[in-house]
């Protein structure tokens, strides 16, 4: 086979053994009539299985080979009835890939919140409109006058366009070439140009109430390390506890009044979590007591303090000192001004590299930063949540995957406002596995069992490795949605959408879901469904040859 999906995965397999398919392929309701009464009573038990029938006749207006289902594969049937979440709260389809005639499909047209598998949508349009080597840029200008010993008498302004990882590595390379340009001095203001965002898209209420909580951390066009600190608190024999801190803040103090004792290793991190305070004279103190038991391992707690624009003038300005670097102004935010000299250029990580990050380990923060980055280079800056709303529908529709009930908010899938379909996500990854983006985005996905936040799954069971799944995780949300390589030799798409209280108890379900995907369901599953008119159009054909690796 040519998909992406196998190119990312052909060494694993080479080097696994795999199982015979006609010993693992579950039995089908077809020759197992009692597992089929079985499944039968299942749906029956837990009541609402598939949508009214107007949304029924709606989707299969726009999908006519939408098959609805009403009963799942045993195994899940099984996870969600232990879990008490009945069929009607969980939206399913799996499809071959690059056949988009649906296997199975269960509430597939139902809009449902998504969680993080909402930025399966902005990365995958993120790659196709920006590119995948497209690099975001921070830059650096001057006014005024530059003496004999390098100090700038006037403004250093710091220009930002919404890197999501400047990160002090990424950093430290604009600094250091605002000394190679001769300045090792400013006695005017640091001013802040953050225009590229618009300010609606500032100081928003975090998702929940733990508002120091770093997926909490808006967007903003001079993100600085996640505007977040990790403490790190190390214990020793002599009766101490060590703090560090990364990244260094100019204006951050540590207040250490901790103490090392004897006795188990117990508690949470809340227990021994600062508690950050600005002073009127512009120092942030960092407040640290309590015992901490020298039997404990060093712990790091991460923290989302102060606003971003206190959070990267202190990051800078740390860096600048380190680098022997003086300054003796104020900082502010404002325009670089016209006539103002270009001093030095910062460019990111490429796309590729961020989109891993973002899907790999959900990150929200990166992601709102790329969703806001698309709106600015297709309608023009200052970006707007609508702006890139509209840019990403709009790439979309040309891209022919139909998103009707498609929500955005902020593109990370961290809000309630946010929806999409099972079947739309579906659609996308289908067209995404056959675009000239394939093998960077399907490479970005978690695999079972091996990284990111699928790491600790399915790491004994025959999906594990085999598996490329973005996962997401709310409150009385759960999802899945990936490519799943089976023991047949086939590979398929799998989207399954949960949206109830008992949620957070599924997960077993959907690991079922994608072992018996990896089992093979073309033989092993008859569909309980409605007949099939015709199938959908296919995925156009990528005309580029992909190279494998």
């Known amino acids: 086979m040519t998909h ?180 090792n001095g400013i006695d005017g203001a640091l001013v802040l140009d953050k225009r590229y965002f618009d300010p609606s898209t500032r100081d928003l209420p975090p998702f929940d109430d733990d508002a120091t909580a770093p997926y909490n951390v808006g967007p903003d066009p001079l993100l600085y390390a996640f505007k977040s600190l990790s403490f790190t608190l190390t214990p020793s024999p002599d009766g101490k506890v060590t703090i560090d801190v990364l990244p260094a803040l100019s204006q951050l103090q540590i207040d250490n009044q901790m103490r090392a004792v004897n006795g188990p290793c117990r508690g949470d991190a809340a227990s021994v979590s600062p508690t950050v305070t600005p002073q009127p004279n512009g120092t942030v103190i960092a407040s640290f007591t309590g015992d901490y038991s020298m039997h404990c391992d060093p712990r790091t707690i991460n923290v989302a303090v102060l606003d971003h624009s206190a959070f990267f003038a202190g990051g800078f300005l740390a860096l600048w000192q380190q680098t022997g670097g003086t300054f003796t102004g104020a900082t502010r935010e404002g325009a670089v001004p016209f006539g103002a000299k270009l001093v030095a250029t910062h460019e990111g990580p490429v796309l590729s590299d961020i989109v891993r990050d973002i899907n790999k380990f959900s990150n929200n923060t990166m992601a709102r930063n790329l969703f806001l980055t698309i709106g600015a280079a297709e309608e023009k800056p200052p970006a707007t949540p609508a702006k890139s709303a509209r840019a990403i529908e709009a790439f979309l529709r040309r891209d022919a995957v139909d998103m009707q009930y498609l929500s955005l908010d902020n593109g990370s899938g961290l809000s309630r406002d946010e929806h999409v379909t099972a079947l739309s996500l579906a659609d996308l990854l289908q067209r995404a596995n056959a675009s000239p983006v394939a093998q960077v985005f399907v490479e970005s996905l978690p695999i079972a069992g091996v990284d990111g936040t699928m790491r600790n799954r399915l790491t004994n069971r025959g999906a594990g490795g085999n598996a490329h799944i973005k996962t997401g995780t709310l409150r009385d949300v759960r999802a899945i949605a990936g490519y799943v390589a089976s023991a047949d030799g086939n590979s398929y798409v799998v989207v399954s959408l949960i949206n109830d209280p008992h949620s957070e108890a599924a997960r077993a379900a959907h690991d079922a879901l994608l072992e018996w995907v990896y089992e093979g369901p073309s033989q092993g599953f008859t569909k309980v469904a409605d007949p099939v008119e015709e199938p959908r159009s296919k995925p156009r054909k990528n005309p580029r040859k992909r190279a494998s690796h």
Request: some cysteine; glycine content about 8%; aromatic content about 4%.
């Open 4 to 183: 992406a999906f196998l190119f990312s995965i052909a060494r694993r397999l080479a080097q696994r053994p795999r199982r015979s398919s006609a010993s693992t392929v579950p039995a089908s309701p077809q020759i197992a009539p009692r597992a089929a009464a079985w499944l039968l009573a299942c749906a029956t038990l837990t009541s609402g299985a598939v949508l009214p029938l107007a949304a029924q006749a709606r989707v299969k207006a726009v999908h006519p080979s939408v098959n609805v289902t009403t009963v799942l594969p045993q195994p899940v049937m099984a996870g969600l009835q232990r879990a008490h979440v009945p069929l009607s709260s969980i939206s399913v389809v799996v499809e071959k890939v690059g056949d988009r005639t649906p296997l199975l499909a269960l509430n597939a047209g139902k809009p449902m919140m998504p969680a993080s598998t909402m930025k399966l949508v902005t990365t995958y349009s993120g790659l196709s409109i920006l590119g995948p080597d497209y690099r975001w840029r921070t830059t650096a200008y001057a006014d005024g006058t530059l003496d004999g010993n390098g100090v700038l008498h006037g403004n250093l302004y710091i220009q930002g366009t919404g890197d999501p990882k400047l990160v002090p590595e990424e950093l430290i390379d604009l600094v250091q070439k605002i000394h190679k340009a001769g300045i």
